[in-house]
């Protein structure tokens, strides 16, 4: 990392500035309590919002939104995630979203490309 | 078809003795939320068993069963004496300090 100029540029350790936790213990109590506080409100999501949901169905999209970020291990990703949940949680108990948002967490966004040959046809690519 | 959890809370006023708390009481509801957990087999359960090794629980998993004991109990358990509830046992003696039972 050295400059054209000629000037010593000490190569800097960068540490990055914590957003909310300091240790990965202090994050894994912050996704434990964002799991607690949403587990929590379901029951009531699903009476306020009048979804046509059971507990079951909402519990394991509950869950399977938390397993997609298992993987994650940097702290401040973390704790971005958890921030993100928590407005989610905020906005939703508070009735400030319609039933067409909750409905949106059961809703695939991707359409998923076709593979066979019969659906590549109608979707108009060349074999 | 989810199953409908047993709720027996009760207000104590008096003492935990007099409320017809026991040790065995205890354990016995204990171990009957558990059991009511559907992500546990019943066979591998013991009071020694540990939730994540033996039992193959994550930690997801566990929050779900504390919070199950918290509703069956009536009152929270805050995060640090979470962490350290990893077997039947340790719940049962927790609980039993928390209520002011004896423990033996």
Redesign the interface.
């Given at each position: 990392m050295s400059s054209a100029g000629g000037t010593l540029i000490r190569q800097a350790v960068k540490e990055a500035k914590p957003v909310f936790s300091a240790t990965s213990e202090d994050a894994r109590r912050r996704v434990l309590n964002l799991y607690r506080a949403w587990f929590r409100q379901l029951p009531y999501i699903i009476r306020e919002y009048d979804v046509p949901l059971t507990l079951p169905m909402c519990r394991r999209k509950l869950r399977e939104n938390f397993e997609k970020y298992r993987q994650v291990n940097d702290i401040r990703v973390i704790d971005l995630l958890v921030a993100k949940g928590q407005m989610e949680l905020v906005e939703t108990a508070h009735m400030w979203k319609q039933k067409t948002h909750v409905m949106d967490y059961f809703k695939q966004t991707v359409t998923p490309k076709p593979t066979d040959f019969l659906g590549k046809f109608f979707d108009g690519k060349e074999p | 078809q989810?199953a409908i959890q047993r709720c027996s809370q009760w207000r104590c006023y008096a003492s935990a003795s007099s409320a017809g708390l026991s040790q065995d009481k205890i354990t016995e509801r204990v171990m009957t939320v558990i059991k009511l957990f559907e992500k546990i087999s019943a066979e591998k359960l013991t009071i020694e068993s540990h939730f994540m090794k033996e039992l193959g629980l994550d930690?997801?998993d566990h929050?779900?069963l504390l919070?199950a004991i918290e509703d069956e109990f009536g009152f929270e358990i805050p995060?640090q004496d979470a962490e350290k509830l990893n077997k039947p046992s340790d719940i049962i003696k927790y609980l039993c300090e928390k209520m002011e039972v004896d423990y033996k």
């Open positions: - | 989810h930690s997801l929050v779900e919070m995060d």
